[in-house]
C-alpha cells in the first residue's frame, strides 16, 4: 500500500521514473526477501503502468554475500524483478568489465550500472551491453568535496581560486534557472 501511494503521488508531481531498491535496512537482514520485493515491484507497476520502473538490487552493495554466491543471487534477484513489472535491472556496486559483462548476459533484461572510481568509461560499457548508467549521489558528493576544499583554502590561504575555476557564470546560472 505504502509502494502504491508513494508512486501515485510521484506520477501525479510529474516523476517519469523510478528506482525502487530491495535494501532493507536490516544490517543482519541487509536485502528484502525476493518474493516480498516482487510484491512492492507489482504494487509499483500496477500504480503508473507508464512510468520507468527500474528495480535496485544492492546485493554488491550491501549483502554479506561472498564473491561467487553474490553474482548467482544478483542475477536471481534482477530476473524475477524483470518478471514482476521492472523496465530495467540495476546492480550498483559492480565496476570490473568482467563482471559487468557477464550481468549483461544472465539478466533478461536492460542492465543498469553505477558509474563509480573503476567503473569503465560510458563508451565501454555501451560496447559491454550496459543499457544505463546511473551517477547516483556522485553528482552531490563531488559538489561536496569541491565545497570542502573551497572552505579549506579560504581558512588557510584567503584565497579563492577553488571557488572561481570551474564556477559557472552568475548570468549562465540565472539562464539555467529561467527555462
Not at 521514473?17 to 535494501?23: A, V
Not at 524475477?80 to 523496465?87: E, I, L, Q, S, T
Not at 558509474?115 to 551491453?129: I, K, N, R, S, Y
Request: proline fraction near 4%; charged fraction near 25%.
Amino acid at each position: 500500500k505504502a509502494v502504491r501511494q508513494t508512486v501515485e503521488a510521484a506520477a501525479e508531481a510529474g516523476a517519469v521514473g523510478f528506482n525502487l531498491e530491495d535494501g532493507s535496512g536490516d544490517p543482519v537482514r541487509p536485502l528484502l526477501d525476493i518474493d516480498a520485493q516482487c510484491e512492492r515491484l507489482r504494487a509499483a507497476r500496477g500504480a503508473a503502468p507508464d512510468l520507468v520502473l527500474n528495480a535496485r538490487t544492492d546485493v554488491y552493495l550491501k549483502s554479506n554475500l561472498a564473491d561467487r554466491s553474490r553474482f548467482a543471487e544478483a542475477v536471481k534477484r534482477a530476473n524475477a524483478y524483470r518478471k514482476a513489472g521492472a523496465d530495467c535491472l540495476f546492480v550498483p556496486g559492480v565496476t570490473d568489465r568482467e563482471t559487468i559483462r557477464q550481468l549483461v548476459k544472465a539478466v533478461d533484461g536492460p542492465l543498469n550500472v553505477l558509474a563509480a572510481a573503476g567503473t569503465p568509461p560510458v563508451a565501454e560499457l555501451q560496447e559491454l551491453g550496459v543499457a544505463r548508467v546511473s551517477i547516483g549521489s556522485g553528482a552531490m558528493r563531488a559538489a561536496l568535496g569541491l565545497t570542502r576544499k573551497i572552505a579549506k583554502e579560504l581558512r588557510e590561504s584567503g584565497t579563492y581560486e577553488s571557488l572561481t575555476r570551474d564556477a559557472i557564470p552568475y548570468a549562465d546560472l540565472n539562464a539555467l534557472l529561467d527555462r
